[in-house]
């Protein structure tokens, strides 16, 4: 049987390495320069336990939300991610413990940072790249979750850079996801608007807050038992 747990981990480490010499042969510093990281895997269905298995895999913040597509489960979210910044007390722990500096700059946020410079200011404490403060605690080391579903529920799947989630909840993204997926079921429309609408309800709050800037903007949607998928 694999070990899709140890497979990911592997698989990134991997990414990592790959991205450090890969910057070394272009020539392009990856000290300051690094991404979260998502990935999903989704088995096909047992058809011993009737369960629905996805594994899930990330560094960083571009979180991955499940929820229900149901008139009954209209607020339900079933399994979250949790960020990998220093409001999590156990990775800003680490990154003290590790000789990183955590300040607040602007607005109360906390960054990371080589400690007596101005430098990188990470908002997440685990990364692909940033290798500057690779030795202060920002690792490229994944949290990985198992998550089983009833193959009898209707559920989906949003996986999404950070740029969605700055001004928008998890809560707030299922409640505009479930609707738009459960009328997938009765029209044409399909889950590539879904995709999009998510995306320019989140470009909007850019707008509306940061007044020309938006930060990078994806998701993909899977809805499990459905063949298809939608990516944005």
Not at 76 to 95: F, G, K, Y
Not at 127 to 146: K, N, W
Not at 197 to 220: H, P, Q, S
């Amino acid at each position: 049987t694999t070990d899709v747990g140890a497979t990911l981990r592997a698989a990134i480490t991997k990414c990592q390495n790959d991205i450090v010499k890969f910057a070394e042969v272009i020539g392009f510093p990856a000290e300051n320069s690094g991404s979260s990281l998502s990935c999903v895997v989704v088995e096909p269905l047992n058809a011993v336990d009737g369960k629905l298995v996805v594994h899930v895999a990330w560094c960083g913040d571009s979180k991955v939300v499940a929820g229900k597509y149901d008139k009954k489960d209209v607020e339900t979210i079933v399994h979250a991610t949790q960020d990998h910044t220093l409001d999590n007390l156990a990775e800003a722990d680490r990154i003290e413990n590790t000789g990183g500096e955590i300040r607040e700059i602007s607005g109360g946020d906390k960054r990371v940072f080589v400690k007596g410079t101005n430098l990188p200011g990470l908002a997440v404490t685990r990364a692909i790249g940033d290798v500057s403060v690779a030795c202060y605690g920002v690792i490229a080391e994944p949290q990985y979750e198992r998550w089983e579903f009833p193959a009898s529920d209707s559920v989906f799947i949003v996986v999404a850079s950070d740029g969605v989630w700055e001004f928008m909840k998890a809560e707030e993204a299922h409640k505009i996801l479930n609707k738009k997926l459960r009328l997938t079921l009765y029209c044409k429309r399909t889950q590539w608007e879904a995709a999009e609408f998510l995306d320019a309800c989140a470009r909007k709050r850019w707008e509306t807050v940061e007044a020309g800037y938006c930060d990078d903007i994806t998701n993909m949607i899977i809805r499990l038992g459905v063949s298809t998928q939608a990516r944005r």
